[in-house]
Nanobody, 116 residues
Framework: QVQLVESGGGLVQAGGSLRLSCAAS????????MGWYRQAPGNQRELVATISRGDFTNYADSVKGRFTISRDNTRNTVYLQMNSLKPEDTAVYYC??????????WGQGTQVTVSS
C-alpha cells in the first residue's frame, strides 16, 4: 500500500516562503508523476505543479516564477519550494503520485496559510 507523508505547511506572512515535502513509500515500482494540488475553502482542488520521472515540470499560471517543484528519486520524495507567497495561496496542499493511470495516490493534505 502506497503511503504519502507530507510536511512543511504552516502560517507565513505575505512575501514569505515555505517548503513542502512529500515522502512516498510502499511501492516497488517507480513513481512516474509526482505533484502538488491545492484546495481553498469553497473551491475545487486545483493543480499547482507536477514533475515527471524525467524532471519535466508543469506549473499553474498563478504560481509560475514563484514556486519550484523538484524530486529526489533516491528518497521517493517530492518538494515544493514556495516563494513570494500571497494570501490567495492559502489552501490545503495535497501531494499526489502516479505509478500508472489507475494507480493514483493522495496525501492527507497540509495547511498553508498566508497572512496579509
Amino acid at each position: 500500500q502506497v503511503q504519502l507523508v507530507e510536511s512543511g505547511g504552516g502560517l507565513v506572512q505575505a512575501g514569505g516562503s515555505l517548503r513542502l515535502s512529500c515522502a512516498a513509500s510502499g511501492s516497488t515500482r517507480m513513481f512516474n508523476l509526482m505533484g502538488w494540488y491545492r484546495q481553498a475553502p469553497g473551491n475545487q482542488r486545483e493543480l499547482v505543479a507536477t514533475i515527471s520521472r524525467g524532471d519535466f515540470t508543469n506549473y499553474a499560471d498563478s504560481v509560475k516564477g514563484r514556486f519550484t517543484i523538484s524530486r529526489d528519486n533516491t528518497r521517493n520524495t517530492v518538494y515544493l519550494q514556495m516563494n513570494s507567497l500571497k494570501p490567495e495561496d492559502t489552501a490545503v496542499y495535497y501531494c499526489n503520485v502516479k505509478i500508472t493511470v489507475l494507480q493514483d495516490y493522495w496525501g492527507q493534505g497540509t495547511q498553508v496559510t498566508v497572512s496579509s
